[in-house]
Every structure is written in C-alpha cells, then in structure tokens.
C-alpha cells in the first residue's frame, strides 16, 4: 500500500482547505481601498490567501466585519500550503472615540448649563 498522494490530489486538498478557512472567518485585512479576507489569526500576526493577496508590508488595517479592530504595522513572514503569513512589528487596538489626556472621574458632569 502506498502512501503516495498524487500532485492533483494535493492540490485540491489544498484548495479546499483554504476555500473552508475563508468561509469561516469574518476578519479581513484593508490596504489602501482594497479588502482581502483573513484566513487565520494569531497574537503575532495573520494569514491570507497568497494566490488572491498582493505582498503586504507596512500600515494596514484589521477588520472583523464591520468593525474597525485594530492597525497594524506588518512585516511578511513565510509562505506555506497556499497562506502567506505576516507578523506584526506594533498593533494598536482602534477605539471609537479619542484618548483622554487627562483621568476623568466616574461622577464627573458632562457638561454646564447656562446661567439665566
């Protein structure tokens, strides 16, 4: 018996897998106007397709669906079964609204109301 795997064989296999890591995952990684979706993620980095996905480097942005996740300064890593893999040189996690620069307190008013 032979373990022998034909190179169309492993190839679709390969194809497979990726289609299926795509369909699961709702991260996507933006480059200047274009979105290419995220296979797999880590603590250090991520994935993507590498036959759909130009060579990133530098900022991009980190999306899961909708929702602005985090920036990411990236360098490319390796290249393995169809992904392209990238590890992060920073990340900074995107906020909706502006940093303070000062400590607020909890019991704080929000605003003053205007003197007759």
């Given at each position: 018996m032979s373990t022998f795997v034909s190179d169309d064989v492993r190839l679709q296999l390969s194809a497979a897998r990726l289609a299926g890591l795509k369909k699961v995952s709702r991260?996507?990684?933006?480059?200047?106007?274009?979105?290419?979706?995220?296979l797999r993620q880590w603590r250090d980095g991520f994935s993507v397709e590498e036959a759909t996905a130009p060579l990133l480097r530098g900022l991009v942005d980190l999306y899961d669906g909708g929702r602005h996740v985090c920036q990411c300064l990236i360098i490319a890593s390796e290249s393995e079964a169809g992904e392209r893999r990238y590890e992060f040189k920073r990340n900074t996690t995107a906020a909706d609204k502006a940093p303070l620069d000062h400590y607020r307190e909890p019991d704080a008013p929000i605003g003053l109301l205007p003197r007759d």
């Open positions: 991260m996507r990684v933006q480059v200047g106007d274009h979105y290419y979706p995220v």
